[in-house]
Structure formats: structure tokens, C-alpha cells
């Protein structure tokens, strides 16, 4: 048990479009779930807290109004890049919290802006 | 943030246990120890956890020193799967959900 999904799973876009990828836990309920980057060779850094039915709550550095984070739902919180440009070329992951202290981690999505 | 000290990489024949240390002296006495992996281009996978006493699984065993300064995750009998990237994490458990802070790991490399 405890699965969670990313789509897609990879994705190209060109700079100034919207991107949106979508986390769900296929098999708990989720009040909380995180999102990650992760540039090459670098380790996973969390962008966001996401709370169902509450604003996210980002952390420093991040922009709220460029990375959009919707949890409407207790199995899916989504992660909209807004006006992508090539630096913001990463892997985006998020988790789920099964329960207190569980994380489980989706498989990731790969995001190429050209 | 208790901040951790891990090698940063090591290998390891396959079939022998494969030994990765973590250095957390300034974990406080409500955090636990996380291990996570990340094979390469994959989400992170929970391995194993524990606050004081020694830990086993289906995957792994967490030896935690008695002062919880230091931590060992050992992997019994390591195959070329598991070569990845591994993660100590102290976690705290003040309530609510608890962020992640993931260092840089030791990337374990299981040799044929």
C-alpha cells in the first residue's frame, strides 16, 4: 500500500507556457502533501507545504505566484508552473503523508522548458 | 534542523552487507532518524526509522548508538538494486506534519 502517483511523468513546454502536474495518493487519504525540486546532481529540495482545503505554504525563496499549488481533495494536489522558463527545467517531486511522521514519494516528473 | 554528516559515496561487493554511517549529534531528543534512498531518476523510497532502540525490516536494520549521535543503516545482503542515493534525516515529532530536509546522502554503489 501507500502509492502515489505523478503525471505525467515527463514533460517539454515552451518558455512562457503553464505547466501542470498533478500528485495523487491512489490508496490513503493525504491532509498534507509536499513538493520537491531537484536539479541535476543536487539534492531534493521541498518548495511547498500543501494543505487540503488551505493555502500552501511555500518556502523561502520560492514564488507562490509562480509555482500555484492546489490540494482540493484528500488524494490530489496539483503544482501549476506558471510562465515556465528554461531555468525552471527540474525534476518536481511530491509526497503524501499517510499518516503522522509517513511520507511516501511519488515517482517524480521531469520538466524540460525550451 | 538537526544536521547530519554522511559519507559521500562508498561501495560495496554484491552479496555482502553494506554498512552506511550518519553523524546527527545535534538531533534533539524528540527526533527520530529516517532513512530514505533515491535510485537514480526516481522519487525517494522510506526505508527504515527509529528514535532509540535498534531497528529491523524486510529491507534493512538501523543501529542508533545509545548517546543518538550517530546512526548506521545497514543493508544485509546488498544487490545491484541497491545501488541509489541514501538519506539520514532526524524528523521531529512536535505534532503536525513534519517537513523533510534532505542533505547530500552517500550515493552506495553495489558492485557485480
Known amino acids: 500500500g501507500a502509492v502515489v502517483s505523478q503525471h505525467p511523468s515527463w514533460v517539454i513546454c515552451k518558455s512562457g507556457t503553464s505547466v501542470k502536474i498533478e500528485c495523487r495518493s491512489l490508496d490513503f487519504q493525504a491532509t498534507t502533501m509536499f513538493w520537491y525540486r531537484q536539479f541535476p546532481k543536487q539534492s531534493l529540495m521541498l518548495m511547498a507545504t500543501s494543505n487540503e482545503g488551505s493555502k500552501a505554504t511555500y518556502e523561502q525563496g520560492v514564488e507562490k505566484d509562480k509555482f500555484l499549488i492546489n490540494h482540493a481533495s484528500l488524494t490530489l494536489s496539483t503544482l501549476t508552473v506558471t510562465s515556465a522558463h528554461p531555468e525552471d527545467s527540474s525534476f518536481y517531486i511530491c509526497?503524501?503523508?499517510?499518516?503522522?511522521?509517513?511520507?511516501?514519494f511519488g515517482p517524480g516528473t521531469r520538466l524540460t522548458v525550451t | 534542523d538537526a544536521k547530519t554528516t554522511q559519507p559521500t559515496s562508498m561501495d560495496c561487493a554484491e552479496g555482502r552487507a553494506a554498512n552506511l554511517p550518519c553523524n546527527h549529534s545535534?538531533?534533539?531528543?524528540?527526533?527520530?532518524v529516517y532513512w530514505y534512498r533515491q535510485i537514480h531518476s526516481q522519487g525517494p523510497q522510506y526505508i527504515i526509522h527509529?528514535?532509540?532502540n535498534n531497528e529491523t525490516n524486510e529491507m534493512a536494520s538501523l543501529i542508533i548508538t545509545e548517546d543518538r549521535k550517530s546512526s548506521t543503516l545497514i543493508l544485509p545482503h546488498a544487490t545491484l538494486r541497491d545501488t541509489a542515493v541514501y538519506y539520514c534525516?532526524?524528523?521531529?515529532?512536535?505534532?503536525?506534519?513534519?517537513?523533510?530536509?534532505f542533505g547530500k546522502g552517500t550515493k552506495l554503489t553495489v558492485n557485480p
Open positions: 509526497s503524501a503523508e499517510r499518516d503522522q511522521y509517513e511520507q511516501y
Open positions: 545535534t538531533i534533539s531528543g524528540n527526533e527520530y
Open positions: 527509529g528514535l532509540k
Open positions: 534525516i532526524p524528523q521531529g515529532t512536535q505534532g503536525g506534519s513534519e517537513k523533510l530536509v
